[in-house]
């Protein structure tokens, strides 16, 4: 798993950005993790919660919006979202379509006091 990783990222990034505003305090991190990158936001909770320990972040509550998998498709152009990894596209059934959303991995805005 890379949640490890992925999570002391996204704290290095919060930190970095709280200092800047002169922040004494994290009050939240939005958080944007699509379906695709396979992060588990249970995991990134859990990662925080021990690594924020003794930062200005330690306490912060962690929103995190999930973002499903979509895909274009090429045959017929119809948006639709992906379910179960199942690459067919429910209209035509063809497969072959780019992927348009699912891949999202970021800090949308945090709140500092
Ligand atoms: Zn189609």
């Given amino acids: 798993m890379h949640e490890l990783s992925i999570t002391q990222s996204m704290l290095n990034l919060v ?5 800047q505003a002169k922040a004494k305090k994290v009050g939240k991190i939005n958080l944007v993790i699509g379906e695709m990158t396979g992060v588990v936001g249970e995991c990134v ?3 925080f919660d021990f690594l924020s320990r003794g930062t200005i972040a330690d306490g912060a509550a962690l929103a995190i919006k999930a973002v499903p998998t979509k895909a274009r498709c090429r045959d017929c ?5 992906v379910m179960e990894f199942d690459w067919t596209c429910p209209h035509c059934h063809g497969n072959n379509m780019e992927i348009v959303a699912g891949k999202e991995l970021f800090v ?6």
Avoid: D
């Fill in 77 to 81: 152009g119809k948006l639709f979202e």
């Fill in 108 to 113: 949308e805005s945090i709140e500092v006091e």
């Fill in 15 to 19: 930190l970095g950005q709280a200092e």
């Fill in 45 to 47: 909770q859990f990662y």
